[in-house]
């Protein structure tokens, strides 16, 4: 092998594949990229056996060949190159990356012990705006959990139908669901489970759209020169749909800002675990939230807010507002209660445009 490349582009496809790479595994090749050079292109995949990205961006090839180096090693040597253009050249068990007046050689292992690479699936092609895509995930994937064993857990759960695309996660003490329109055609999947590493990969990548497809064992996004392939996880999400609720009689809108500089200062002084806050809200237009089950102390800090109902308190994850209040990105949210033991709905006045619905669920804290 022996091609010519440009810095830029090489380190443009090389961050998209880090995420994928497992630099920390009992299969040393893992660690590695596999490179390939023919043509025009040079194309560079990573696997963790899970999930596999393909990319590739112009060069000229002097010499086609195909070969794997160490992910971080070459990334880092890429990255501090003296010059815009190198030169990479195969030399036995080697390869020559020259730059400027900078030589440098780096070891290759056999591409013959690399993974399989998985074909791309090419059933039921499905396209969607991958800005559109993007923010739906950005609005769940908070409330996935981190650290539940419940594998089902670890994702969130992607239901296509025609014309309409929803996504819902929970940890099992929130629930976050988001729906907007999607083109007709026929989806690939009704529904599917995307493993939390899945989710934090697409913000990686940029296009005007990602094409899903499915095959009998993976998942396939295709998205310009770029491709992302999944294993499918079988398995049951929960029936999420059991706790959300539209009709909480009681209403309070509140700066979204407002509310959550609020709650950084009052949690500093609740648990450091639950991190619980009681929000006491007043007929008269006010909203008090008061700090929970700190020994050595305690705040409070009162809010105007526009409010429909009756006093009522409600315990919540101070954390868990949080989360969604620095996701969402409007002036007002709404707080939807019926009273201190059921569930508390926040959901974004004036949401984007592009969004047919967002509601988060709150489970309240035990007092």
Do not use: W
């Not at 008061?290 to 305690?298: E, L």
């Not at 409600?314 to 954390?319: E, F, I, T």
């Amino acid at each position: 092998m022996e091609v010519t490349l440009q810095k830029n582009l090489v380190l443009q496809e090389l961050s998209i594949l880090q995420g994928v790479v497992e630099h920390r595994t009992t299969i040393p090749i893992l660690a590695n990229i596999l490179v390939e050079a023919s043509e025009d292109r040079l194309r560079l995949v990573a696997t963790d056996l899970d999930m596999t990205i393909l990319t590739e961006c112009a060069a000229a090839v002097h010499a086609d060949g195909r070969l794997t180096l160490e992910s971080k090693v070459f990334q880092s040597l890429v990255r501090n190159l003296p010059a815009e253009e190198f030169t990479l050249r195969q030399d036995g068990d080697a390869v020559e990356i020259s730059s400027g007046r900078f030589r440098s050689r780096l070891s290759v292992a056999d591409a013959s012990g690399f993974p399989t690479v998985p074909e791309v699936p090419t059933g039921g092609e499905f396209d969607l705006p991958l800005e559109l895509f993007q923010l739906l995930l950005r609005r769940v994937d908070f409330s996935i959990t981190k650290d539940d064993p419940k594998f089902q857990l670890n994702g969130a759960l992607v239901k296509l139908l025609p014309g309409e695309i929803e996504i819902a996660a929970t940890d099992g003490h929130r629930l976050a669901v988001v729906r907007a329109s999607a083109p007709d055609g026929q989806p690939p999947f009704e529904q599917q489970l995307f493993p939390r590493k899945l989710l934090t990969e697409f913000s990686r990548f940029s296009d005007e759209k990602v094409r899903i497809s499915m095959g009998e064992n993976h998942i396939g996004f295709l998205m310009g020169d770029r491709t992302l392939v999944s294993r499918i996880v079988d398995l049951r999400f929960p029936q999420y749909e059991r706790v959300i609720v539209r009709d909480n009689p009681y209403r309070a809108r509140v700066s979204r800002k407002e509310l959550l500089d609020s709650l950084r200062r009052v949690s500093l002084m609740a648990h450091e675990k639950a991190k619980g806050v009681r929000f006491a809200f007043d007929p008269a237009g006010e909203m008090t939230l008061v700090s929970i089950g700190y020994d050595r102390g305690s705040a409070e800090e009162t809010l105007s807010v526009s409010y429909q109902g009756e006093s009522v308190q409600v315990s919540l994850n101070a954390a868990y507002v949080m989360d969604v209040l620095q996701v969402l990105d409007v002036e007002t949210v709404e707080l939807q209660l019926k009273d201190g033991n059921t569930q508390t709905v926040l959901v974004p006045v004036d949401d984007d445009s592009r969004l047919e619905e967002y509601i988060y669920v709150l489970m309240p804290m035990r007092r």
